[in-house]
């Protein structure tokens, strides 16, 4: 049972008696509905999701715990999904604390399960143990298969209550277990399931648990869509594939493990020939985006040994040291612990706070690291070069950063000149138009609202940050005005607290030109200035496609399928009359109120923000499309065309 307190509304009843009519108690699987958002994050898109993620975090359960070798998931026709193991099979006995079967218990009950010291599972994901249950509450039916003992039980439940007790429906020569359960439309704005995401998903799994086999097919449409994943070679195949648009520095996936007690851990690694680290992270097979206590022991023994090595061969002299950024440049790594009691901070598990595993990680990195050092002096002398060169470009980017300074003024707050400020000083109030061309932000300025709208001018194509240092962008005349009017810095010394404005809005024709500058613009961000990014304060404007007039009455039109709807009703009762049709070439033909009413009147406008739902992809995206490579790019642009609107010119 879960009691949840809510409390009356005091604003109107401040004087009315508190008492226990006043509390009101959810019982059972009441609470996961009355606020899904506290057990799946939300009722978007991501816990739609989420719900599968669950049901498959305890069939990995069973891998992890050496019952289990094959899982499959399907997304059925009705974006139904069904997730069927080889495991043991969930107890289908009696369970002594409340007279019920194991399998009634797990799927009705918070806080139930074999994760809570009953040696269920030594290592387990599903921390709160509230997956199956949780489900099973926000679905409109759910249906489990336990193949066990020779038999096959089955029960089936809607909206978490009990539709049909368990019952033997059959014989069977196999173990596992098998859920299939739809997403109740009552709980989520839209219970249609996205096969990329679950592909995703599955295949960080299979990478995580080398020599475990899952499938993922999809059966809605026309022909069946479908992929087997299986990686004996775990995460040293999980670098290699994040890495397999960029080009390695060495050959060989660097591979380092080790346990203590009853918590294990796997480091892999690989250099590449870029300026950027990517270091991926696991706890029980969760993915830990904010990082925890296992990537703080491995970057800081990292840090110590090459320190170590390279002073050892001579590389540094006296108090020289290389920074961590210095010896992470370039590298792309996986960091995979599995341990009993994982210790997450927040309910979304970002975080690992396991201080005995930041002592594992690191005492693995450093005897292990070492002795490979001494092993390959080859590769310890490469990574050395590297990390010196990028010790070398960072002073410059110092000294290019002071340089600027001093000829710009910035201590003394000026300004660029391409800027038009906004009046308003609350930067939660204030928005940035960054317009590409001086006629369109001649427009943009003398539309826009000053109060509280500021407007950047840039001009031609900016540098491509994919293939440059931050040395290279402090002195760049197309960016260097850009940091300055946002005022928070790049890189390290990035200040989210000193941006000036809390909408960044990035206004571009609707061509391949201003396709490019957007691309080239949100390249920037990501790398240099990616918390403005995560916490959503990154847009990019729709501008209109279309003018449409009709004697003296103008619309504009957004898309093609908006342009005909609209000419349409234009010409209401006569369908031959005229309706002249103008596609627009460029914001710089806008008159200044056209753009404000159209672009940038937040009554009327449109604005895409810009999110970072998933920073391991949009690394692969950006790397793709403006890395050095170019068979990727072409390829990404052969598979993606299909997709493409078509654009005049």
């Known amino acids: 049972m879960a009691d949840i307190t809510e409390a009356t509304d005091i604003t109107s009843k401040i004087t009315e008696e508190y008492d226990a009519s006043q509390i009101q108690v959810l019982e059972g699987l009441e609470a996961v509905r009355k606020r899904p958002g506290m057990y799946i994050g939300s009722t978007s898109s991501s816990g739609l999701h989420h719900l599968v993620y669950e049901i498959v975090d305890n ?142 998903r599955m295949r960080e799994q299979a990478f995580l648990n080398a020599g475990l086999r899952i499938t993922i097919e999809d059966l809605r449409g026309g022909e069946p869509v479908s992929d087997d994943m299986h990686y004996e070679g775990g995460i040293r195949q999980f670098v290699e594939y994040l890495n397999r648009h960029k080009t390695p520095v060495h050959e060989d996936v660097v591979y380092m493990s080790g346990g203590r007690e009853d918590s294990i851990a796997e480091i892999a690694f690989q250099y590449n020939d870029g300026y950027n680290e990517m270091l991926v992270s696991f706890a029980n097979n969760i993915h830990t985006p904010e990082g925890g206590m296992h990537e703080t022991g491995f970057k800081t023994a990292l840090t110590r040994i090459l320190n170590a090595y390279a002073t050892k061969m001579g590389a540094l002299k006296g108090d020289d040291k290389l920074s961590g950024e210095d010896c992470r440049e370039g590298l792309t790594a996986v960091i995979s612990v599995k341990l009993t009691n994982a210790q997450f901070e927040g309910q979304t598990k970002a975080k690992l706070g396991n201080a005995e595993i930041r002592s594992l990680v690191d005492s693995i990195v450093s005897e292990q690291l070492e002795i490979f050092l001494e092993e390959n002096p080859g590769f310890g002398k490469m990574i050395i070069d590297k990390a010196l060169t990028a010790s070398r470009a960072r002073e410059a980017a110092r000294k290019a950063r002071e340089s600027v300074r001093r000829k710009t003024g910035l201590e003394s707050g000026q300004m660029p000149d391409k800027l038009q400020d906004c009046n308003e000083r609350d ?10 061309g001086d006629s369109a932000a001649g427009s943009a300025i003398q539309g826009r609202d000053s109060r509280f709208q500021a407007i950047l001018a840039m001009w031609g194509k ?106 349409g009703e234009m010409r209401g009762d006569n369908p031959s009359a005229k309706v002249d049709i103008n596609r627009y070439k460029g914001l710089g033909e806008m008159d200044p109120h056209e753009l404000w009413e159209t672009t940038m009147d937040p009554e009327k406008r449109t604005l895409r923000r810009i999110t970072l739902d998933d920073a391991v992809a949009a690394d692969q995206i950006f790397t793709v499309l403006m890395g050095e490579e170019v068979e990727p790019r072409k390829a990404w642009i052969e598979e993606n065309a299909r997709y493409a609107v078509n654009l005049d010119y």
Request: hydrophobic content about 35%; overall charge negative; proline content about 4%.
């Open 59 to 200: 069939s990995i359960d069973e891998a992890l715990a050496g019952y289990c070798d094959r899982i499959r998931v399907t997304i059925n026709p009705g974006d139904t999904i069904t997730v069927v193991d080889n495991g043991r099979g969930i107890p289908v006995d009696v369970q002594q604390q409340t007279g019920k079967s194991a399998l009634e218990v797990v799927f009705t009950v918070l806080h139930a399960g074999g994760k809570f010291g009953g040696g269920g599972y030594k290592v387990s994901g599903g921390l709160h143990g509230v997956g199956a249950s949780v489900v099973n509450a926000l679905s409109e039916w759910l249906v489990v298969q336990v193949h066990k003992d020779g038999k096959i039980y089955e029960m089936k439940f809607s909206r978490g209550g009990i539709t049909e007790p368990l019952t033997v429906v059959g014989d069977t020569d196999r173990t596992g277990t098998t859920v299939t359960f739809k997403p109740d439309p009552e709980m989520f704005d839209d219970t249609v399931y996205d096969y990329d995401i679950l592909h995703k």
């Open 427 to 436: 930067p939660s109030l204030c928005e940035i138009y960054i317009v590409e």
């Open 462 to 567: 900016m540098l491509n940050v994919e293939k440059a240092r931050a040395d290279k962008i402090y002195g760049n005349d197309k960016l260097y005005p850009l940091i300055v009017a946002l005022g928070a810095g790049i890189g390290e010394e990035f200040n989210i607290d000193k941006l000036r404005y809390h909408k960044i809005i990035i206004m571009a024709d609707a061509d391949v030109d201003g396709a490019h500058i957007r691309t080239l613009l949100l390249t920037f961000f990501f790398r240099y200035m990616r918390p403005l990014i995560e916490n959503g304060y990154v847009y990019s404007a729709v501008p209109p496609l279309y003018k449409l007039t009709r004697g003296k009455t103008q619309r504009v039109a957004y898309s093609d399928e908006e342009r005909d709807r609209i000419s």
